[in-house]
């Protein structure tokens, strides 16, 4: 069995169940072994029902009464209920469509059942627990139970049994570190990190694998990087460009003046532009500092030199966002570009229609997602790559882009504030341009930090601000109901429970990371327009959605995010005249929680909030693998993981400074044979 094979060779994985797999994008067995678990199930010692554990996740042991196993049918579904004492202590559990449940529970018989408490009339009660013999749960007690993210038909079970087949049969590569380097640095070797990643023997195994996963990403990344460092920095660029009038005409005619920090970057890259080398630069700002009219005013230095510029975003929503921005000011000030968009989900023929404008230079700026990088689109004179969010693309795709023209400009933003001491890290081959500075008459936005009890004042301020006519995001950190994470809130059911809330003639809708490109953009579409007062929403929204009129952001389950995303979510409101406010709700109401929260309540600053981040990060949750990574990493995550980061920049450094070409090249096979098992993949270098 090979890591590149595909998952249908898998010992019991068959047509049906690889199809399900591949709904997950899981094709050949690497992508499964990087398919971590979102959490693990840890089988504690079953106990008696308590007050305390209302609304948790808890196991009891009891015995049937006899009599109370009912099942009554309402149309298409079964209700089936039953009655378990603890003891003296009875605990009414129900149960949907479970007919055969009159064949596995007998009455007097004693079973083990997991599932989220409730009090309801003063009764201890449990919605579809799972159901244990009892010698079928001590065998579980103690030991870690991976969780994955699931799709309809594919079960938790059938992941985690294909993992463990695959780890029983395959040989995986050898480790690119020596046993005595591992030793060294405190790592384990890569083959038990793999391993252990989906069944730690206990917290500490897991952390150990954790920590070697994101030691591997970043000196993959890194070592990749400063092997490409020294040909990137002096590319000569043909013909350089001048300095234009249009640009200055645009400057004076704005409604608005730049920030001092806007200017100053301007200027650096209004130098670049006019070098005989390549431009490869870095904007960082804040959300919100104005990094998109920096962009536009390069692409109209570009095509006013009689070239071509193109802005590639990650997602259509922030590409289309972009093109109309881009054409109300080429049609306000008249300005020399002639601008046109390229996405995936165009009709053939007008791909078709857009990729001759382009091929024969009748557009001179193109903005779009990753369709801009197909092989079909030539560009006359590529001279300027913008990409923005740079870390949502990966580094093959920007080559690509890159490629299509003679060494362009290069030109990156990111709104992800990272502490000088890692960026110099992660950005070590980029000039690196700092908007710190806020447009003038921003109001800053007023930020709250409570617990569960603030729920129902939460809800009548908002219901406030939408009569005042403006409109919320909520934001919930999963798609759909976890078996890991219960006492988490998810997008489908907390719409459901706002619709309940609020009345019927406010519109509530959701958007989640699982949509197609076409219902997304359909869904923000409809939020611009108003058509839709409440957006529940996962992280997807993070990056540069603009709705001015969206004043609130409450987000549930505050303290499972970075203080850092914490911020860019924020910036989601506040880009209008209008007051705004952001509710951060944690469920864990602990001294050490509320207080990293609070943080945010004392400042809107980006970067001071990503240093204090970075100083109160430690081993964090031991709850799984993270939602969404910072910066694109799959399990790395730079502020918790920052020891790991500067470990391998430090063994990165000492490996190339020795220059043994044995001792590269040694590395550098051992990381192609895990290259499948490194998503990284997400600067231009």
């Not at 949907?96 to 009455?107: A, D, E, G, I």
């Not at 630069?281 to 109209?300: C, E, H, M, N």
Request: aromatic share 8%; glycine share 6%; net charge neutral.
């Amino acid at each position: 069995m090979q890591l590149e094979e595909q998952i249908i060779q898998v010992k019991g994985v068959g047509e049906k169940t690889a199809g399900l797999f591949h709904k997950l994008h899981i094709d050949t067995i690497s992508d499964l072994l990087f398919y971590l678990p979102k959490g693990f199930e840890i089988f504690e010692e079953p106990k008696m029902p308590d007050e305390k554990d209302n609304g948790r996740l808890i196991s009891f042991q009891g015995v049937l009464k006899p009599g109370t196993l009912l099942m009554k049918k309402s149309g298409h579904y079964t209700l089936s209920t039953a009655v378990l004492m603890c003891k003296n202590t009875p605990v009414k559990v129900r149960f949907f469509n479970m007919p055969y449940l009159k064949n596995l529970l007998l009455p007097g018989k004693t079973y083990i059942l997991r599932g989220v408490l409730e009090i309801t009339k003063d009764q201890f009660c449990m919605l579809q627990p799972k159901i244990y013999k009892e010698d079928e749960y001590h065998n579980l007690q103690g030991k870690f139970q991976p969780c994955y993210s699931l799709t309809k038909g594919l079960t938790n079970r059938t992941i985690k049994k294909t993992a463990e087949t695959i780890l029983q049969e395959l040989i995986l590569p050898q480790d690119y570190l020596t046993a005595e380097e591992c030793t060294a640095m405190g790592l384990y070797q890569i083959q038990e990190a793999i391993r252990c990643i989906h069944f730690p023997k206990n917290e500490c195994d897991f952390r150990n694998a954790k920590k070697r996963l994101a030691f591997h990403e970043f000196f993959s990344f890194l070592f990749q990087l400063r092997q490409n460092k020294d040909k990137n920095m002096q590319l000569a660029f043909e013909s350089p460009m001048i300095p234009v009038a249009d640009t200055k005409r645009l400057l004076e005619v704005l409604p608005y003046e730049l920030t001092q920090a806007q200017k100053r970057v301007w200027e650096e890259i209004e130098q670049d532009l006019s070098k005989e080398f390549s431009m490869n630069r870095l904007i960082q700002g804040d959300v919100g500092s104005g990094k998109t009219i920096i962009a536009f005013l390069a692409l109209l230095m570009t095509a006013a030199n009689g070239r071509q510029g193109c802005l590639m975003a990650p997602t259509e929503v922030l590409a289309q966002q972009h093109f109309a921005s881009l054409c109300e000011l080429v049609k306000k000030y008249d300005l020399c570009i002639r601008p046109i968009m390229l996405s995936g989900s165009m009709s053939a023929k007008a791909k078709r229609e857009v990729k001759e404008g382009i091929a024969d230079g009748t557009y001179n700026v193109i903005i779009g997602t990753h369709a801009v990088i197909e092989d079909t689109v030539v560009y006359q004179n590529l001279a300027l790559v913008i990409t923005d969010e740079q870390h949502r693309f990966g580094v093959k795709q920007r080559e690509k882009l890159s490629k299509k023209g003679k060494n362009p400009h290069i030109l990156v933003m990111s709104a992800t504030p990272i502490p000088r001491t890692l960026a110099m890290i992660l950005y070590g081959d980029l000039s690196i341009s700092v908007i710190d500075e806020l447009p003038k008459g921003r109001l800053p936005i007023k930020n709250c930090v409570v617990d569960d009890s603030y729920r129902s004042k939460a809800y009548s301020f908002m219901m406030k601000e939408l009569k005042d006519g403006h409109q919320i995001y909520v934001i919930c950190p999963m798609v759909e109901v976890s078996e890991a994470t219960d006492e988490l809130e998810n997008v489908v059911d907390y719409t459901r429970k706002l619709k309940e809330v609020f009345p019927k003639e406010i519109g509530i809708s959701y958007i989640h990371g699982k949509m197609s490109m076409s219902e997304k953009s359909a869904i923000m579409n409809a939020f611009e327009k108003h058509e839709t007062d409440i957006l529940v929403s996962t992280t997807v929204i993070e990056v540069g959605i603009n709705v001015p009129n969206a004043t609130v952001m409450l987000v549930e389950n505050a303290q499972r995010y970075g203080l850092a995303q914490l911020h860019q979510l924020r910036g989601r409101v506040g880009r209008g005249d209008a007051q705004s406010y952001c509710i951060f709700m944690s469920s864990n109401s602990s001294k050490q929680t509320m207080e990293r929260l609070n943080i945010l309540n004392h400042s809107n600053d980006g970067f001071e909030i990503a240093n204090k981040d970075l100083a109160l990060r430690g081993p964090g949750e031991f709850s799984g693998i993270r939602q969404s990574g910072d910066l694109g990493f799959e399990i790395a995550d730079i502020y918790e993981d920052s020891d790991m980061l500067k470990l391998a920049d430090s063994f990165c450094s000492k490996i190339l400074k020795e220059n043994n070409q044995d001792e590269k090249l040694r590395i550098q096979n051992g990381l192609l044979a895990y290259k499948s098992l490194n998503p990284i993949d997400f600067r231009t270098i």
